[in-house]
């Protein structure tokens, strides 16, 4: 699998983006995929995961009820549709596919194998 994340850019705090995630292969549609970020000077964070068929999703505690996760398996693309944005929000944000066929969402980024190049987003005050 080959991922391509894109959307990122500037925004105001309040503000919202949508980040997509283009996937290639045809394994696609069996795998967990995970949004995670990493700001300057800190570790690589999970900020949300959902599973293979879309039927179970999880969220970060700093996230929950402002970023909702996505995918369409039909066109191979996840999307990260963030709302209410801070300043804390800002890193890049990596779009990633699961190690294991059929496994359910890890948090850890060490159970994912293939990553998107990562997407910048900058939240000013």
């Known amino acids: 699998v080959q991922l391509q994340a894109s959307g990122g850019g500037l925004v105001q705090a309040g503000g919202s983006l949508r980040l997509s995630c283009a996937a290639s292969?045809?394994?696609?549609?069996?795998?967990?995929m995970g949004w995670f970020r990493q700001a300057p000077g800190r570790e690589r964070e999970f900020v949300a995961g959902?599973?293979?068929?879309?039927?179970?999703?999880y969220y970060s505690d700093s996230v929950k009820g402002r970023f909702s996760i996505s995918r369409d398996n039909a066109k191979k693309m996840v999307y990260l549709q963030m709302s209410d944005l801070d300043p804390e929000d800002t890193a890049v944000y990596y779009c990633?596919?699961?190690?294991?066929?059929?496994?359910?969402?890890?948090?850890?980024?060490?159970?994912?194998?293939?990553w998107g190049q990562g997407t910048l987003v900058t939240v000013s005050s």
């Open positions: 990633a596919a699961g190690r294991e066929a059929w496994a359910p969402i890890q948090i850890d980024p060490r159970r994912y194998s293939y």
């Open positions: 292969g045809r394994t696609f549609s069996t795998y967990a």
């Open positions: 959902i599973s293979h068929s879309a039927g179970s999703e």
